[in-house]
């Protein structure tokens, strides 16, 4: 297999409001290698949420196609889709997305269950991804027990525990506050450090500064797509 | 995902809306309470009509031989009734016959009872239920003596004049003196009191124990039934079938003494403690057809109750089905977690309905004489329905949220 991890080609979005059709993405052909670490921008409406649940597989493309590790995703229904998510993809949100009445534990073991991982083994991940972005002491607090970057480092372990192929974050630190994104900044640093593959959005450009590759997107199209090779040793 | 897992969201939910959780399983709780309920009173019921009215008004696999039914349940025509009144009595010669002849071993006594008089000393009282019978006779009630001994069969062949009492008699009348050995005039005529039976309690609140028994030839017999006359010939078997051959013989050997033609009639009565629970068979029955619908129609209510707040859990709960599917969970793990909620609730609320129901039953059981026992069977059909009522409440509203698009979920608010 190779180095190739997300292959999209001529995809396209549409969404139909009544008598109107929004054009969400017109086209986009891209391609993402292994351990990449790839920042998506764009002016707002331009596309980058609509790319990010495509490539999630929360949502599928109007036409066009997209592989992942070499499998067809585009072509997937429901259950393989849910099944695809499990496995492959990890995704945080802008609004972390926690289960308010579930632990911190309880939420990072969610993918786990759906795995059909046994209690035990659960719990030893779930505790480890915790300890890998800082909260091995905070697994018992519930959402409304933790700060913001906390409740985000929760959701960060949550998109880890199943291993994924990629990670995908849509405007990650959108909600916080710049000391806040900062720490937030380095859980994703490091993690592209030890391997992973990470996708986020943003509009900051401090923060695209960190990727290795800044891709841009305008009306749902790709405008520009840059390599940084200078910043991805740092 | 696992079923426990399930189960134990479902009741971490329940626990955590404590009072919206109670309300919307009311109907499963009532419906059950009153399966539960119902079923042990009626089968208390049963076990009393049975053990302490039928059966301590006739006997054990005991029948009686009369003229006509005197344990009435529902109207007699007044065409029936007069039939009865032109019946022959049931003869000394007719006892006779049967005790003699009858192939399947039996006891027998025969039978004469008058409300009378008696007195002790200065005592007396009126309405006593005064009986002729044989020395079987006491077996036959299954009359165990407190103190004393029951009368002999020597006793009723020479009429010797004892009588034993029953305990209310004994209390009123020798109130602080043992009646063993005291005389005790009946209607004027000197008896002796040689024993006193075990106190019998009430029946619906009769008193059991007013009453006294004579040897059958004993000389008050001729105020309790006509010359040569019995009001009734009781015969007992070993066991329900003996009875039954008993029956099928005494009732063929009184048509040949009748000389009743086939198809005729019988002038006579067998009178069974299956008689005398007819009229609470109807009772039970009608109570126990009722019983379905009644709990029919609070599960159905309970179901609608669960499926509108499963509904309302699916509306508020969107995002969180969004987050679970964008983690990977199936429409089947959706599905099952709801339709597992649901079941846990209407569980719960079975739960608590055959607590209630066996609660009400040993309220019932302890307000009144009612042996109210729970029946083993309810409880199970209480369980079973209600987690079939919360599985049937749950997958219309579990399948809606199994159905939702991940995208549009997570973003509800
Ligand atoms: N569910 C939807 N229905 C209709 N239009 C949508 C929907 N989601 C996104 N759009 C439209 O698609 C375009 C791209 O949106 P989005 O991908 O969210 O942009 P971005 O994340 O870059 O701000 C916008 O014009 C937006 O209004
Ligand atoms: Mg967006």
Known sequence: MSDLVIQIRELTREYVMGADRVHALRGVTLQIQRNEYVAIMGPSGSGKSTMMNILGCLDTPSAGEYWLNGQEVSRMVDDALARVRNREIGFVFQTFNLLPRATALENVELPLIYAGVSSKARRERAVSALQRVGLGDRIGHRPNELSGGQRQRVAIARALVNRPSILLADEPTGNLDSATSEEIMRVFGELHRQGQTVILVTHEADIAARANRVVVLRDGQLASDRLQPDRAAA | ?413
């Open chain 2, 1 to 413: 995902m696992h079923f426990f897992e399930a189960v134990r969201m479902a009741l971490r939910t329940i626990v955590t809306q404590k009072l919206k959780s109670f309300f919307s399983l009311l109907g499963v709780l009532v419906g059950v309470t009153f399966l539960i309920a119902v079923v042990s009173i009626v089968q208390g019921m049963n076990v009393y009509m049975e053990d302490k009215f039928a059966n301590r008004l006739i006997g054990l696999n005991t029948f009686q031989l009369r003229r006509m039914p005197n344990i009435q349940t529902g109207d007699t025509p007044e065409e029936t009734w007069r039939e009865w009144q032109r019946r022959p009595r049931v003869t000394y010669a007719d006892a006779d016959y049967i005790e003699t002849r009858l192939h399947t071993p039996a006891l027998f006594s025969r039978f004469c009872s008058e409300r009378l008089r008696v007195a002790y000393g200065s005592k007396s009282a009126k309405g006593i239920d005064i009986a002729g019978a044989d020395a079987a006779y006491f077996q036959i009630k299954n009359y165990d003596l407190a103190s004393g001994r029951p009368f002999t069969p020597q006793e009723v062949q020479a009429g010797t004049p004892v009588v034993v009492i029953g305990d209310l008699l004994a209390e009123k009348l020798f109130e602080g003196v043992d009646p063993i050995g005291k005389p005790l005039l009946i209607e004027g005529l000197p008896y002796r009191v040689v024993g006193v039976v075990e106190k019998q309690g009430t029946l619906f609140g009769i008193s059991m124990d007013k009453f006294a028994v004579t040897p059958f030839n004993a000389p008050v017999r001729s105020r309790i039934c006509a010359w040569n006359t019995l009001d009734e010939f009781h015969v007992q078997a070993a066991n329900p079938a003996s009875m039954v051959a008993a029956m099928d013989e005494v009732e063929a050997m009184m048509r040949i003494r009748r000389q009743l033609k086939p198809g005729q009639r019988s002038n006579f009565y067998l009178q069974t403690a299956e008689a005398a629970l007819e009229g609470w068979h109807k009772i039970a029955a009608i109570l126990f057809m009722a019983l379905p619908g009644l709990v029919a129609i609070s599960l159905v209510v309970g179901g609608i109750v669960i499926m509108n707040i499963m509904l309302m859990a699916v509306a508020e709960r969107t995002r969180e089905i969004g987050i679970r599917k964008a983690l990977g969970a199936k429409r089947r793990d959706i599905l099952a977690q709801f339709v597992v909620e649901s079941a846990t609730l209407s569980t719960v609320g079975a739960a608590l309905g055959i607590g209630l129901g066996i609660l009400l039953a040993f309220a019932v059981k302890a307000a009144t004489p009612l042996p109210a026992a729970v029946a083993p069977w309810s409880v199970g059909v209480g369980v079973v329905l209600g987690i079939a009522v919360g599985m049937g409440a749950g997958i219309y509203p579990a399948s809606r949220a199994s159905r939702l698009d991940p995208i549009t979920a997570l973003r509800a608010e």
